[in-house]
């Protein structure tokens, strides 16, 4: 279900959208979305392949460990507010056949950042997004260019 860009922050994710493996919704240029009070917020798009929904989150930078008090935890609240409200918009909507699924995988993106951090910002994104864990089969993903490439999630 195309309804938007292939390409999102910068990234092309064309591969998702021409897979017929892949369900792909562009939940951000949806009428659901649109429908929503001010405030809400979700990920760039959402996609299913079998049992499994994907949330998909582009960003151009990420707070590091340099970034200490409001702008990082800003960085990580954002990330929360979208993922929790997608998965509000697509239950209060009945976009059911993302949500009856047996897995949620959050997927981030963000191009520049170097192999060695991923491990340490994925641990840091499972302690912020906790209340997922109540999901059954939530889990997440974050990769860098180099590795979204070699997965075939952009081209």
Not at 8 to 21: A, D, R, V
Not at 42 to 71: C, P, Q, S
Not at 137 to 144: A, K, L
Request: aromatic content about 14%.
């Amino acid at each position: 279900m195309k309804e938007s860009s292939d390409s999102t922050s910068g990234m092309n994710f064309t591969p998702l959208f021409h897979n017929l493996q892949f369900d792909t919704f562009y939940i951000e240029d949806s009428k659901e979305y649109k429908s929503q009070p001010d405030g809400v917020r979700v990920v760039e798009f959402v996609t299913r392949k079998d049992k499994t929904t994907y949330f998909i989150e582009a960003k151009r930078t990420i707070a590091n460990d340099n970034k200490k008090g409001k702008a990082r935890d800003a960085f990580f609240f954002d990330i929360f507010k979208k993922v929790y409200d997608t998965y509000i918009v697509l239950n209060s909507c009945n976009i059911s056949k993302y949500t009856s699924v047996e897995q949620f995988v959050f997927v981030l993106v963000i191009p520049e950042i170097p192999d060695k951090f991923l491990t340490g910002l994925r641990n840091q994104l499972k302690k912020h997004l906790v209340m997922f864990d109540k999901i059954s089969g939530f889990d997440i993903q974050v990769f860098n260019e180099k590795i979204a490439r070699e997965k075939k999630w952009i081209v």
